[in-house]
């Protein structure tokens, strides 16, 4: 049998072998069950310890040292009981991914034997070899130390495995100098900020609250292919994305995937995906089929952006590893095939009390609504001034395919409102009196069947920017980055507007008779007014696939940075910059370092990719045709030597075929090595060569090799088709 075909036999014989059986009440009593939870944590520790935990967590305060010696103690006996044998302490570096050092709890003693032992010292800090990852310039190699800090607000949890399990520490990771070099020291920094003056502007309005947080949901596309095809596949094996490969007769036309039935042995690796998430305590609540064939989507519950974004990390991890034990490969990539969607991450996002009031909820009078309508304004100038840093935010090699795509939103960033806010804000914007447009009852013309209520305002699923409701779902994220930075930069878009607005309502209210609530009322309306009337060209309320909404933004002046090079000459402006260190979330050293490193990724990402290519074509892609070209040319010789006339016979022709597509595809491959090899003096260069050079060499390798691919024989071409890897569950 040849290889394809065995493939083939292989793939579709893999069943659900690994289908787990979980019934309803197992679920609650699993939940969490693989986490140091703060309900583990009042059964085990002392009540005044615990309760400091509380304190740390819930209202921000330190861990006395004292305390995280019995938190330590209690976590390693929690975790011996669960089989771990080891600790790791788990950070994000800006690779984008996670890692630790695995340490074992044994200690040996000087009589020959060894004791088990957690001290605080080392649940607080660990000291990782900094110098190798990546740092943009803030460490030098020879100056390697760093250290891991423990984040006390994200729980600890146990990653198993057949063999043995360990224990899992979230923490930052800091140069010796306290330079952050990950992404989650930023991301607590900037929750920080919002929470001061969130807090500062809701006393302004007469409310009190302890603490102010962030609540996110990431909705999370992927698709999940079966193994046999990905390893035959280097470029999906060694850049995630499949860089050629002709169309398939089938792609997406029939609209017949999205929402559709779950293939069986796809619903057996996502149910088994869900149980581990559920015991790592990650809320993952709805799940179904994406738009492309083999698209897939999950989301959980929101939880508060610290500890959504490790369980974000934790998600990704968990998908790929559950979908090997079912034979099935999960991609992650923003793009693996073309012509099919993409994958994204929605991120919703909102601001929230400790106590949980929601401060984006309109509620059903938003125009009588003073908190609602500060925050929400807040958000339209913090997206507003900062485009720039939102787009970057999502911008990575990977992305580049999406963003504008008509798959996804453009890399024009704007807001959609929706009819019943949009109209409370051009009233706003105007001055005059608010209203509420009041919903509607929907009847679909059956008396039997319930009436229901219709939304204030419709879905816009092509802005990247909407309020859905009581939150705004950014859309423009791609499926395999981290939440933190898209975070770190809403975070302090808002804190800045709210600072400012709490600074103007401080001046405008000089003198006049504050407490009078009619007075607070009418001097924030008229601020509000103003700040959105300044703002108001982030609005858009219509279709922004539309070429017509690209000249309309072009006029209005806002940015539209089509690639992740475009988008990084303004990470580091002096505006970026200042709003960072202000709220001491970056300084301008960690900045640039940021800037430094994702050039260096776009770099490393478009050279493996290049090489990948050239790889595949040099020695699969080429060596097929020339075995075609070869057999038909010996048919053509047979022919003649019978008698027959080969002048303009199908063998000439389809030979001849094959020949002009193999001298292009030869002299792209050759163009591709000479545009590899080119290597500037600077990272900017560099990067920009690549998007401007690299990519347009690899585009024209790849236009030759599909139509090779519609040429040779299918079973003398090398590489799985789009339509076995698509097709075939
Ligand atoms: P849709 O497909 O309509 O966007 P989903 O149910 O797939 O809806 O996802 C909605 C996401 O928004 C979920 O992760 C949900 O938990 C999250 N979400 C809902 N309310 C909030 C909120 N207040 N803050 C942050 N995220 C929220
Ligand atoms: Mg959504």
């Known amino acids: 049998m040849n290889t394809r075909l065995h493939n083939l036999t292989a793939a579709t014989k893999q069943r659900a072998n690994h289908i787990p059986k979980i019934k309803p009440p197992d679920l609650e009593e699993h939940f969490a069950e693989n986490t140091f939870s703060i309900d583990e944590m009042r059964k085990r520790l002392p009540r005044e310890v615990f309760q400091g935990m509380v304190n740390c967590i819930t209202k921000n305060s330190p861990i006395a040292t004292q305390d995280a010696e019995i938190v330590a103690l209690t976590m390693k006996e929690w975790a011996l009981e669960h089989g771990a044998t080891h600790f790791v302490h788990w950070f994000q570096p800006l690779t984008g991914g996670t890692a630790g050092k695995h340490d074992s709890f044994i200690d040996p003693t000087n009589v020959g034997k060894a004791i088990t032992s957690l001290r605080g010292k080392h649940l607080i800090q660990g000291e990782p070899d900094a110098s190798s990852f990546p740092n943009g310039g803030l460490r030098a190699t020879h100056q390697a130390r760093g250290y891991t800090i423990w984040d006390p607000s994200s729980p600890s949890f146990l990653v198993e495995n057949d063999n043995g399990c360990y224990l899992a520490i979230p923490t930052c990771f800091v140069s010796w100098t306290g330079e952050a070099l990950d992404h989650k020291t930023p991301l607590l920094r900037s929750i920080d900020a919002l929470d001061r003056q969130a807090r500062r502007v809701l006393r302004m309005l007469g409310q009190t609250v302890d603490r102010v947080l962030t609540t996110v949901g990431a909705e999370q596309e992927y698709f999940l292919i079966d193994e046999e095809y990905y390893y035959r596949r280097p470029d999906l094996s060694n850049s995630g994305r499949t860089l050629l490969g002709a169309p398939p007769p089938k792609g997406q036309q029939l609209d017949d995937h999205y929402f559709g039935e779950i293939p069986s042995r796809i619903l057996a690796c996502m149910l088994e995906i869900e149980k581990e ?13 994406e738009v492309a064939p083999s698209q897939y989507e999950l989301a959980p519950v929101f939880e508060t952006s610290g500890i959504a974004s490790d369980h974000q990390q934790l998600t990704m991890i968990t998908i790929k590893s559950i979908a090997r034990k079912h034979g099935l490969v999960a991609l992650l990539h923003e793009k693996p095939f073309a012509e099919v969607n993409g994958s994204g991450k929605h991120i919703n996002w909102s601001i929230s009390t400790d106590a949980g009031d929601n401060l984006l909820d309109p509620g059903d009078t938003p125009h009588e609504n003073l908190v609602f309508l500060v925050f929400c304004t807040a958000v339209i100038q913090a997206v507003y001034q900062h485009q720039d840093l939102l787009r970057i935010s999502v911008s990575s090699a990977g992305n580049d395919h999406r963003l504008g795509a008509n798959e996804a939103p453009p890399a024009i960033i704007s807001i959609f409102l929706g009819a019943q806010l949009y109209d409370l804000y051009q009233n706003l914007i105007k001055g005059n009196e608010l209203t509420t447009v009041k919903d509607t009852d929907l009847f679909l013309g059956v008396s039997m069947l319930p009436l229901v209520p219709k939304h204030a305002g419709d879905r816009n699923r092509t802005s990247p920017f909407a309020f859905t409701g009581n939150k705004f779902e950014f859309r423009a994220a791609g499926s395999n980055q981290s939440l933190a930075f898209p975070n770190v930069v809403l975070n302090a878009a808002v804190a800045e507007s ?9 001046d405008s209210l000089r003198g006049k008779e504050k407490n009078d609530p009619e007075v607070l009322k009418k001097t924030v309306l008229e601020l509000l007014s103003k700040i959105a009337k300044d703002s108001e060209s982030i609005l858009f309320e219509g279709d922004n696939y539309s070429d017509k909404w690209h000249q309309e933004a072009e006029k209005r002046g806002l940015l539209n940075l089509r690639t992740t090079v475009d988008a990084l000459q303004y990470l580091d402006s002096d505006k970026n910059t200042s709003l960072f260190s202000t709220f001491n979330i970056l300084t301008s050293a960690e900045l640039k370092a940021r800037k430094e490193i994702a050039l260096e990724q776009y770099e490393i990402a478009i050279d493996i990719e290049g090489k990948t290519l050239e790889n595949i074509v040099r020695t699969q892609v080429i060596p097929a045709s020339f075995e075609y070209l070869n057999e038909l040319t010996q048919i053509a010789v047979q022919s003649k030597e019978i008698g027959l006339d080969v002048t303009a ?13 193999l001298k292009e595809l030869v002299n792209a491959v050759d163009e591709l090595t000479k545009q590899l090899k080119i290597h500037k003096k600077d990272l900017m260069s560099n990067a920009k060569h690549r998007r401007d050079h690299v990519i347009a060499a690899m585009v024209r390798v790849r236009q030759a090799t599909d139509k090779l691919e519609g040429i040779i024989p299918h079973d003398k071409w090398p590489l799985p088709s789009y339509s076995e890897m698509l097709f075939v569950h």
Request: hydrophobic content about 35%; overall charge positive.
């Open 277 to 289: 998430l559920y015991r790592l305590g990650i809320p993952v609540k709805t799940r179904h089929n």
């Open 498 to 506: 709210l600072r400012n607005f709490a600074n103007k309502l401080r």
């Open 649 to 661: 016979s199908p063998t000439i022709h389809t030979a001849q075929s094959v020949n002009v597509h």
